[in-house]
């Protein structure tokens, strides 16, 4: 996906995670030319956890538990069917919580039938409890076990006869058909700002694809640039061309009405008037990025779906012709 690209975040819990809700949502974004979805990823919430949370100041996890999170790869597989243009993304899967065969098998299948859509945003996740619940490998280990988990995919995706031998999963040689639609495999978006993070993007992912917001603030662009340079520097020793990797950003929208009082300045994100979100996306437009993904701020389905609305006629066309 070459040029700027944006996209919507869907809400994947909570009173919008509903079959109305997320039909209108995702309609709309096809039909305003809008380049991706994502879905979040969450199997169960522990009722009490004593984890830190990476993306709040406070390091805790601001939601209910009983909030309900909908299964991601089911959730795109009915995304693929109501859009037909619209590439569809994870933002994103734990990767250690499932089987990487299987979970493999499953994103070929949805990139098979959604025309060659699909965008695997991988991480390694952060709960210790839920890894716990749904007995993953340990958590202690997510690091290296994503790694391999990875790496494992790409195999399952590009090989034929495929066979993989690591430390925590062994495939004898297997047929892996279908490959996905895409050549070379669904792209890997590796999320996270840590070192261990910037070493996995650089080493083996098609993208990075942080989110914004990092304690106490927001990853501004002087940090996000030296980040950058990181994980180029990880690329070259890895023998990939740091051009090969796309940059990305996932980022709070919200527009200022066009009239009357507005408060919501103060809060992290790409928040202001048209104007200042033009700048926004301009500064990090200027270091690379070129696929921005929107948690849009509004908490109802009408305040969301007019938020796309005027992102798509107020800002998309001053920062780029729109995308194709």
């Known amino acids: 996906m070459r040029g700027m690209h944006f996209g919507v975040s869907l809400p994947g819990r909570g009173p919008l995670a509903t079959p109305e809700a997320l039909t209108k949502l995702a309609e709309k974004a096809d039909g305003l030319r809008y380049s ?3 879905v979040t990823d969450h199997v169960v919430i522990p009722t009490s956890n004593s984890s830190t949370y990476p993306y709040s100041p406070t390091g805790r996890f601001a939601t209910d538990w009983t909030n309900g999170y909908l299964e991601p790869i089911a959730l795109m597989g009915v995304l693929a069917g109501l859009t037909s243009r619209v590439k569809l993304g994870t933002s994103v899967l734990v990767v250690p919580y499932r089987n990487p065969v299987v979970t493999a098998k499953m994103l070929a299948t949805l990139d098979v039938m959604s025309g060659g859509r699909l965008i695997l945003g991988a991480g390694v996740g952060w709960m210790r409890e839920e890894f716990e619940a749904v007995q993953a490998p340990p958590f202690d280990e997510r690091g290296r076990v994503t790694d391999e988990y990875l790496r494992l995919m790409r195999v399952m995706w590009t090989k034929e006869p495929a066979d993989y ?5 062994r495939l004898p040689s297997v047929s892996a058909l279908p490959k996905p639609r895409q050549a070379g495999g669904i792209p890997i978006w590796v999320g996270g700002h840590t070192d261990a993070a910037l070493r996995r993007v650089g080493e083996l992912a098609d993208a990075w694809h942080p989110i914004g917001l990092r304690p106490p603030a927001m990853l501004h662009p002087p940090e996000y640039a030296e980040k950058v340079k990181v994980i180029h520097g990880w690329a070259r020793k890895a023998g990939r061309d740091p051009k090969d990797i796309t940059l990305s950003l996932r980022v709070p929208l919200e527009l200022a009405p066009r009239r009357g009082p507005w408060t919501g300045a103060d809060q992290p994100g790409f928040r202001g008037t048209a104007a200042e979100v033009i700048g926004h996306i301009k500064a990090y437009q200027a270091l690379g990025v ?7 701020a509004p908490p109802d389905l009408r305040g ?3 938020l796309m609305e005027r992102f798509a006629q107020e800002v998309r066309p001053k920062v780029l012709r729109a995308p194709r």
């Not at 031998?165 to 999963?169: L, M, P």
């Open 36 to 38: 991706s979805l994502f």
């Open 165 to 169: 031998t690591g430390k925590y999963y």
């Open 290 to 296: 070129s696929h921005f993904v929107f948690d849009l």
């Open 304 to 306: 969301q779906l007019s």
